[in-house]
């Protein structure tokens, strides 16, 4: 009975923290907890305000969290989820933060809007600021292990639970202007992959047009002669002059000196040996 209730137990832990880990982003429940953490530091939020934050960007990052490859690489139905999704977290918080918090809510960016793409991956911006991961101002929320999304809009008809709860909790005055994020901020959330080194172009910046036919080559071009400057290089020095200022060349012999016999080559020695052999029979003829 023991073995079937611990099983029990831990199939239950896995299936609550399954959900956190199948975004791109990284764990549901961190990421939240650190966004909370930094908000309720900014924000000077209580301790209400801080269990409630947390759940309100824990089904947040739940819901997009399907569509985060999509958003990466800028798809038009990925980001109308995400912007949808962001709207309704938005507008939960006007019910949890006063409207000064609210007000200063909206001037920061982070906040405001938390995820960008770049290069085709999504981040926080939060962590740009903040970049210690593992440092945080407050202790966990309160429900942090526990909370699987019960108070999400999609178990109450599409109403807000922190609308429903609000006379009950809080008592401040509610921002009530619009609070859904401008079409105009999509490019600076989810601009397409930046460029390398290349210079920036600019605004009427037009190609040169190309020729209608390629260029005919007539010929070699015109051969134009050195242009000579007026000062004269010097005269080249002799190469190698001998050390002996002194010293003059012998003139150079008209008869070239005989080769003695063991320098000559072989067939040299063959021919001079046959004339000396037939002089040598014309005089032995003669006597």
Known sequence: MRTRTFILCLLALCLSTIRGYASGLGDFRVNARFLTD??????HLNSNQYNDLYEINYDFLCNIGPYVSGIAVADTRAMDAYYRYLDER???LRWVLSQVEYVRFIDIEYFFRPIYAINNVCYLRVYKIYPNRTHFYFGPP???LTYRGGHCRAHFGGVSYYRRNYPARYHHPVYSRPCRVSPQMRPHDFAGPRPGNRPPQKLNW???PRPDRKPVSVGRPNYRPPQHSEHKPQARPPHNPHKNPGFKPQERLTRRPEVSPDKMRPKQIREKSNMKEKERKSLSKRL
Do not use: I, Q, S, W
Not at 38 to 43: G, Q
């Open 38 to 43: 930094r908000m309720a530091f900014e924000l």
């Open 90 to 92: 938005n507008d939960d």
């Open 142 to 144: 309160r429900h942090y």
């Open 206 to 208: 037009k190609p040169a």
